[in-house]
């Protein structure tokens, strides 16, 4: 008889069960234990007896949880004052039972709950929240919607119902190439990888595919066949190095100024020695290089101004500040071409929002024009010592562009952005003035091929070739050449200006907007079909406008206090011709005024509950303007310490937060969530204090009241929360996951229920809702809610700021008026009872959509035109070098120093089996990654502290200490050391105002090699 309880066997079952198959004369892990390289023992935390990789997770959450003493103090209030919000109010009015609670977290402790007595304490305390100081000290935070963007609309839809701010996390983890909104003004968008195999010519630069990105990885291999040709650029051999025909290997974070002298190369070689038709063509109709800027004098010569605008020339108009200028070639007048901003948010220009030029032919260089001459140009360099500090200051260089004079003597004196970045680059043409490399090998001017050895260790030969071999394939394949770039060059505070210069070479050579062109990145836009209404769904714009989004990082820097030992000032980045906007300012004053101007969201908000000013007798709008005018109402940024200011209930789903990417996680546990920390910086002395934030000469402790996770296993978020829900995981709820790298749109549907107690992102939101909504009949009702909304990129508000120019109202430079010098202020409704109802439900605004579309000319920009950057000597491409630490904070400077230690820079890469994934409880991914966390270094660095491979290490900084074992490998040059930023349970910490991890140096010694649990 058959025994139908017992399901048939799939093949290769012996094999699976006898897990003989990962290496040759290696075993895989048995049920008891990990193998790991040379017959290491497993360390304890991974000898449990968990499972193979398996469905359901061993560290499945399967019920509610509450940490235990807060559990006992709601109870006991509950039943002393029967209502739940007044219960919670009891326990937050009370500093004793507040911090033994916060104390605990982190501490083990959770405790069993019912979902209705673990939902009511959220919806409690977020209630009470609200009531009391604002829904905008409430917070959600999960990561990038692409691969479950049904499960994210779900927190994200409820948080924006009831007022509370989502938080981004690409610029958080440092994700997000910000060099692409700069020049292409839109949010990040790339080729699928299927166009890989279109291009002709692929240079992998800082991307590991085959690692990294191992289901597209055959597209390369795949046009290989087809004589494409591959250049790997990194500074270690990496996977991607093993395929390629040519491997450079700079320096860690020197990608920049390789990418600076290939565009040498390629400006003097098919611009200057001879016009490549396909490429001019391509940058007059598609780029701002022919757009007129203006100059202005200073030390006897020029420096670069800003865009020649309409208005320059006597035009009065709509829009007219914002409407920029070319030379036309034929007839030598200057002319607006259509698409600038001017045309595209005004009202009589909105038909000339194309990029038609019709008759106009774009002069794209002064050179050999008989009304032109040479005038001397200024323009910073930083690859230099610099001031006492290292960093700013650097140099000065003297070079010259052709330029004229626009109607008569006293008109603008002009020049276009090509002739400055010819200038920029180092390229000469003759009978111009200043100071210029003579040749390639001209090792000490800015720009070349030999200066960039200097730098990166590239041979300057090399450079040369892979320049030429680009832009010749460009030109004769009509621009089929390919970037492919990654985290390896995004993870630098500098990244923006190495992007930069990636995009000059695409842009210069014909290849970005093609088919097998371009720059492809690893992160996005997703498809057009989900990205037009899962925004709606998710910011609930179908129910109320708009929505709160909030920057994650200036969110984290400010309310984790890492702005407290930010110390060193802002202005010690600006540029050796800076006018001087930044002295006196540090990170935390340039976000303040960011927000208070209406540049950057900011929330909190106000001092006070936006409920309170938005239910304000009158004009909530005009009553609101007065206050701060007077100094009676002020942002909270300018006082982030106070508690009327602190975040109160952090949600967070989806994402470990907390374990993977809380960058700083020693300031969070410490002055967020005030529990253990091991935080080591020192904080800022009172000479590096901020200038408009207020010093609280105590650090707070404990700022978040509630801490919520939701998640299918237990992370390290989990363990530091207060509630713990249990949510369904991909095999067991429908989904919608679509990335820009992908051509579909995937849409998931459950293989089983959820287990146990677990219930979809949908349904505990739902619940949450409902609940919520009952306890707002007694203390909340129906409130307005007085909403700061910034100054979006390309929206009605942009043009209310000409030129780009910076000014404060607080200090007097301007009046405070919102949707011009201030964030545009809207009053908005917010229905407390109905929000049950109207989350499952689409409300009247649903069919109301938005548009956007973000550069100042309406082209692709070399040039970038704002006080402030124009402050940090960035308006044309440029290159920054690595953030000297040793400088800045007084870190060791790298290398041996004589003890047993030597000091690195720390690279983080993403680790082959655990990309956004790393699972500590599955033994077969422990075994593919050596069992457990690990350091790779070069022999060298290991020779000189007495390291061989396999013996245990500690990694030192001035945030916190980690532990983990030495993997020694040839692959890396010495002075690098790799660790795998996706492993779990570790990621190092740091600070500053734009997340960024590579820039740190990181002290790595032997440590004793009895390790104990």
Known sequence: MTDTRTPPKEPGAALLSAARFFRPGTPAPGPHGVALPGGRAADARHREAFSRYSYPPPARVRRPYVRGVLLEMYREAKRRLTDPVLAWADIQNDPERRRRYQRARGKGGLVRASWDEAVEIVAAAQVHTIRTYGPDRIAGCSPDPAMSAV???????????????????????ADLPVAWPRVFGDRTDGPEPGDWWDAAYLMTWGSNVPVTRTPEARRMAEARYRGQKVVAVSPGHAGNARFADEWLHPHPGTEGALALAMGHVVLKEFFVDRETPFFADH???????????????????YVPDRFLRAADLGENGEGAEWKTVVLDAASGRAVVPDGSLGFRRTDAGRVRRNLELDSVDPQLTLYGSAVAAGVE????????????????????????????????????????????????YGVWRHGLPGCWPTHYADADAPGTPAWQERHTSVPAAKCVKIAREFA???????GRCVILTGAGTNHWFHSETIHRAFLALLQLTGCQGRNGGGWAHYTGQEKCRPVTGRPRLASAGDWSRPPHRMTGTAYWFLHTDQWRHDRFGADVLASPLGEGRLTGMTG?????????????????TFDRNPLDLGGAAGDPVAGAVAELKAGTLKFAYEDPDAPQNWPRVLTLWRADLLGSSATGAEYVTRHLLGTQSSLRAEEAGPDRRPRDVTWRDEAPEGKLDLLLSLDFRQTHSTLLSDVVLPVATWYEKHGLSSTDPHPHVHAPTPAVDPLWQARTDFDAFRALAERLSELAV????????????PLGHDTPGEPARPGGVVRDWKRGECEPVPGETMPNLVVVERDYPAIGAEFAAFGPLVEQLGTADGRLTGRRHFFLDHDWIHELGEALPVYRPPLDMNSLLGEPRLG?????????????????????????????????????????????????????????VEAVDRDGV????????????????????????????????????????????????????
Not at 154 to 163: E, K, P, V
Not at 401 to 407: D, I, K, M, S
Not at 591 to 604: E, F, V
Not at 929 to 939: E, L, N, Q
């Open 151 to 173: 499960s994210h609309a779900a927190g994200a839809r409820y948080h924006s119902l009831i007022g509370a701010p989502m938080l981004s996390l690409h610029d958080r983890y």
């Open 283 to 301: 940058v007059r109709k598609f780029t701002d290089l022919p757009f007129l800027v203006t100059l202005t004098e200073r030390a006897g010569a």
């Open 377 to 424: 140009v200024l323009l910073p360099r930083f690859d230099t010592d610099g001031g006492a500090h290292g960093q700013g200051g650097g140099g000065v260089l003297r070079r010259a562009v052709p330029a004229t004079r626009l109607g008569g003597a006293d008109g603008p004196l002009v020049t276009t952005v090509h002739d400055l970045l010819l200038a920029q």
């Open 472 to 478: 010749r394939t460009a030109e004769r394949s009509q």
């Open 588 to 604: 935390a004053d340039c976000l303040a005024l960011s927000a208070r101007s209406g540049r950057l969201p900011s929330y909190p």
């Open 778 to 789: 007694r203390h909340l009702g129906v409130r307005r809610d007085l909403v700061a909304a």
């Open 896 to 952: 041996p120093d004589g003890q047993r230690e030597v000091t690195v820079r720390r690279l983080t890469p993403h680790d082959k089996w655990s990309i956004h994934s790393a699972s500590p409880d599955d033994l077969f991914m422990l075994a593919l990654s050596r069992g457990g966390r690990h350091i790779w270094m070069s022999p060298q660095d290991a020779e000189a502290i007495g390291v061989g491979d396999g013996d245990w």
């Open 962 to 1013: 980690v532990a983990a074992r030495a993997a020694v490998s040839h692959r890396m040059p010495a002075g690098t050391v790799h660790a795998d930023h996706a492993q779990p349970s570790w990621a190092f910490d740091h600070l500053g105002p734009t997340d960024n991890q590579r820039d740190e140096v990181t002290v790595i010694r032997r440590r004793a090699q009895e390790v104990e649990y």
